[in-house]
């Protein structure tokens, strides 16, 4: 008989965003005269770039042509990309090899992944709230996992206790969902607590391209040691609108190395190769090329572009709010708006308060974890007009 993985049955039921896609596909079911709009999912609306768009076509001549047709790629991803995305960095005064940078189809898969590099073991540590996956994925494989309160009193931005002893930690910046950001500083604090303990930091950078506060860090690699601590998590999906597109990165330095219990050094950049060798088979050169089309100038400036346009949403939601006197946090640094939920309002009920009265579909803070509780995200990556239309419903529906 199989042994199936007994971990699953501490799973909830279902994935946060499958969950709210059920609930608005029963609304919409049931109200089909509604014109229901989406801030949930953080999905980008923008069309891929100009730029991506063509050298995603002049890749596709490429597989069109004997003389140019590939097959297999690297698992690890091409070199032109690997070398691209090591520009930017240096760009940003972060020195990293491109044999550091691997390529994959999702900082959700990587994130995911990147357990199979960790004893069953390991005491995690994540913030409460958090994004669901780093739970998820630690609980499939058994680990423990403790929670530090991420609240409105430390701006959701916990910080090391040195009462807690953890082996992995996750940290997202700016964050999903509080859309919070940690100064420099911050960071070196979580670089100098892991490093105490031996621990490994997994940090997920999936937003730092929002980022416009010259003085907040992008990077972990922007703090000095972390390159022996450090495992650093990012995607073009929120960069380039490639949520369908699919290509991310996962820095592993050659510096983090761990030892075994049998005294061998083990660097993490060569498991992870050894991994990916075996299980992954690399992103379409098609996509890898539109993915490099993002790095150039050109690819650069058009991504401004749409990262101003999404912030610029988040701007329109965060003025209705300061207007009509709610407390957010996020929304500058970031796509996401983190909102208290009015009049004292569960989660979940101010979910389906929004979704009825307003049709307009937010995440519910609670989601997220138990700190969430009382707090609701929406995104800033809408349409504008719809997303003006969201803030006109919820401004009429909450100054009732
Ligand atoms: C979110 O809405 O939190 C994100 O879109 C989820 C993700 O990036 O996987």
């Known amino acids: 008989?199989?042994?199936?993985?007994?971990?699953?049955?501490?799973?909830?039921?279902?994935?946060?965003?499958?969950?709210?896609?059920?609930?608005?596909?029963?609304?919409?079911?049931?109200?089909?005269?509604?014109?229901?709009?989406?801030?949930?999912?953080?999905?980008?609306?923008?069309?891929?770039?100009?730029?991506?768009?063509?050298?995603?076509?002049?890749?596709?001549?490429?597989?069109?042509?004997?003389?140019?047709?590939?097959?297999?790629?690297?698992?690890?991803?091409?070199?032109?990309?690997?070398?691209?995305?090591?520009?930017?960095?240096?760009?940003?005064?972060?020195?990293?090899?491109?044999?550091?940078?691997?390529?994959?189809?999702?900082?959700?898969?990587?994130?995911?992944?990147?357990?199979?590099?960790?004893?069953?073991?390991?005491?995690?540590?994540?913030?409460?709230?958090?994004?669901?996956?780093?739970?998820?994925?630690?609980?499939?494989?058994?680990?423990?996992?403790?929670?530090?309160?991420?609240?409105?009193?430390?701006?959701?931005?916990?910080?090391?206790?040195?009462?807690?002893?953890?082996?992995m930690i996750y940290l997202?910046?700016?964050?999903?969902?509080?859309?919070?950001?940690?100064?420099?500083?911050?960071?070196?604090?979580?670089?100098?607590?892991?490093?105490?303990?031996e621990a490994v930091l997994l940090f997920d950078a999936a937003y730092e391209a929002f980022i416009g506060d010259a003085q907040l860090p992008h990077s972990i690699y922007e703090v000095e040691g972390a390159k022996e601590c450090a495992i650093e998590f990012c995607s073009l999906s929120k960069t380039a609108g490639f949520t369908g597109t699919r290509c991310a990165y996962t820095i592993v330095p050659h510096a983090l190395e761990r030892k075994g219990a049998n005294g061998a050094t083990l660097s993490l950049r060569s498991m992870w190769n050894r991994r990916q060798t075996t299980k992954f088979n690399g992103v379409p050169y098609i996509v890898q090329r539109g993915a490099a089309a993002v790095f150039t100038e050109e690819g650069m400036q058009q991504a401004h572009k749409a990262i101003d346009y999404y912030k610029g949403n988040a701007r329109i939601i965060a003025d209705a709010f300061t207007a009509l006197g709610i407390r957010f946090f996020g929304g500058a640094n970031s796509p996401?708006?983190?909102?208290e939920c009015p009049n004292h309002m569960k989660s979940w009920e101010f979910f389906h308060y929004l979704l009825e009265n307003a049709a307009v579909v937010g995440t519910p803070g609670a989601g997220f974890g138990e700190n969430g509780e009382g707090w609701f995200r929406l995104t800033g990556f809408g349409d504008r007009e719809k997303t003006k239309e969201a803030v006109a419903r919820i401004s009429a529906l909450l100054k009732k």
């Open 336 to 339: 996401y708006i983190w909102m």
């Open 172 to 197: 997202c910046s700016p964050n999903n969902p509080t859309g919070a950001v940690y100064n420099k500083q911050q960071l070196k604090a979580w670089v100098d607590y892991a490093r105490e303990r």
């Open 1 to 167: 008989m199989a042994h199936i993985n007994e971990n699953y049955q501490n799973l909830k039921d279902s994935y946060l965003f499958s969950d709210i896609a059920k609930k608005v596909a029963a609304f919409s079911q049931e109200n089909p005269q509604q014109e229901i709009i989406r801030l949930g999912i953080g999905d980008v609306t923008l069309p891929l770039m100009p730029a991506v768009i063509s050298a995603m076509h002049a890749a596709v001549d490429e597989m069109g042509d004997a003389a140019t047709f590939r097959g297999y790629g690297p698992e690890q991803g091409y070199d032109f990309l690997r070398e691209a995305i090591a520009a930017y960095y240096a760009k940003n005064g972060v020195s990293i090899a491109a044999d550091e940078i691997f390529i994959s189809d999702g900082a959700k898969s990587d994130v995911g992944n990147i357990v199979d590099l960790f004893a069953a073991d390991n005491t995690v540590l994540v913030p409460d709230p958090v994004y669901p996956v780093y739970v998820d994925t630690n609980i499939m494989s058994g680990r423990k996992i403790l929670y530090m309160n991420a609240t409105a009193e430390n701006g959701f931005l916990p910080m090391p206790d040195p009462a807690v002893s953890a082996d």
